[in-house]
C-alpha cells in the first residue's frame, strides 16, 4: 500500500477486555515495530519484528502484551485484560531492512480503557 | 541506557520567527540522530536526519547541526511558518541498527501565529 495502515484508528475498551490492533506496514517492509505513546509524551518502543520473527520484545511493558506478524506481513497487537495505564495512542513503523534505512509510521490506534 | 531530552514546550512563536527547539542525548556508543514531526491529525514524519559527528541534516527550511561534544542535536528554523505548527520529536538510534528501533524525546509542541 501507499503508507502504513492501523486499524481501528480509536478504540475505546473496558477495563479487563481483551483487544487487538492490527498494522499493515508497507509492502515489502521487511522490518516492523510498535511503540506506545501516552498523552503529552514521545513513543516507546514495545517490540520488532523481521520478517514474522519476534526479534526484540524487550519494551513490552507485562506478559498482558502480545504481538505477531504470522506471514510476515499484516501484525496484530494483544492486550489481554486492559488496564487504565494501557490508554496510549498505538503506533506501528516499517522499514526495508536494510541498516540505515527510514521507518515510515501510520497515524497510529488511540485506546482508551474506561 | 539511552535517552533524549528536549527543550520543555510548548513553544508559541509569531510567523516569520527564528525556531530553536533544544535536544541533547545519551547514547552507548555513536548513535543516529533525528528530527520527527507530528502534524495535526497525522502520523510522525522524518524531518532531518544525521548519522555522525558534525554532519549537518536539513529539510524544508530546517537544520540540524549533529554536536557530539555536546551531545545535542537542536533544531533550527530561521523563518517559521504557520504550517509548521506542530509537535517536533527528537530521537535517536544506535549504529547499524533499523532506524525504525528509535528513543524519542517527549516532544515539544510548536505553534505560529499569523
Known amino acids: 500500500g501507499a503508507g502504513v495502515s492501523q486499524s481501528p484508528r480509536y478504540k475505546v475498551a473496558k477495563r479487563g477486555q481483551d483487544v487487538a490492533l492490527r498494522c499493515d506496514p508497507i509492502?515489502?517492509?521487511?522490518?516492523l515495530f510498535w511503540y506506545q505513546q501516552a498523552l503529552g509524551q514521545g513513543p516507546e518502543f514495545l517490540t520488532y519484528?523481521?520478517?514474522?520473527?519476534?526479534?526484540?520484545k524487550s519494551g513490552l511493558p507485562s506478559d498482558r502484551f502480545f504481538a505477531e506478524r504470522p506471514e510476515g506481513s499484516v501484525s496484530t497487537l494483544k492486550i489481554q485484560r486492559t488496564q487504565q495505564e494501557d490508554s496510549a495512542v498505538y503506533l506501528c513503523?516499517?522499514?526495508?531492512?536494510?541498516?540505515?534505512?527510514?521507518?515510515?509510521f501510520g497515524q497510529g490506534t488511540r485506546l482508551t480503557v474506561v | 541506557g539511552n535517552s533524549v531530552t528536549q527543550m520543555e514546550g510548548p513553544v508559541t512563536l509569531s510567523e516569520e520567527a527564528f525556531l530553536t527547539i533544544n535536544c541533547t542525548y545519551t547514547?552507548?556508543?555513536?548513535?543516529?540522530l533525528f528530527w520527527y514531526v507530528q502534524y495535526p491529525g497525522e502520523g510522525l514524519q522524518l524531518l532531518l536526519k544525521?548519522?555522525?559527528?558534525?554532519d549537518k541534516g536539513s529539510n524544508k527550511g530546517f537544520e540540524a547541526t549533529y554536536r557530539k561534544e555536546t551531545t545535542s542535536f537542536h533544531l533550527e528554523k530561521g523563518s517559521v511558518q504557520v504550517s509548521d505548527s506542530a509537535v517536533y520529536f527528537c530521537?535517536?538510534?544506535?549504529?547499524?541498527?533499523?532506524?525504525?528501533?528509535?528513543?524519542f524525546g517527549q516532544g515539544t509542541i510548536l505553534t505560529v501565529h499569523p
Open positions: 547514547a552507548t556508543g555513536y548513535p543516529s
Open positions: 509492502s515489502g517492509h521487511v522490518s
Open positions: 530521537a535517536l538510534s544506535l549504529a547499524g541498527t533499523s532506524y525504525g528501533k528509535l528513543t
Open positions: 519484528f523481521q520478517n514474522e520473527a519476534q526479534l526484540d
Open positions: 544525521a548519522t555522525k559527528a558534525d
Open positions: 513503523a516499517s522499514s526495508l531492512d536494510r541498516p540505515n534505512t527510514e521507518a515510515f
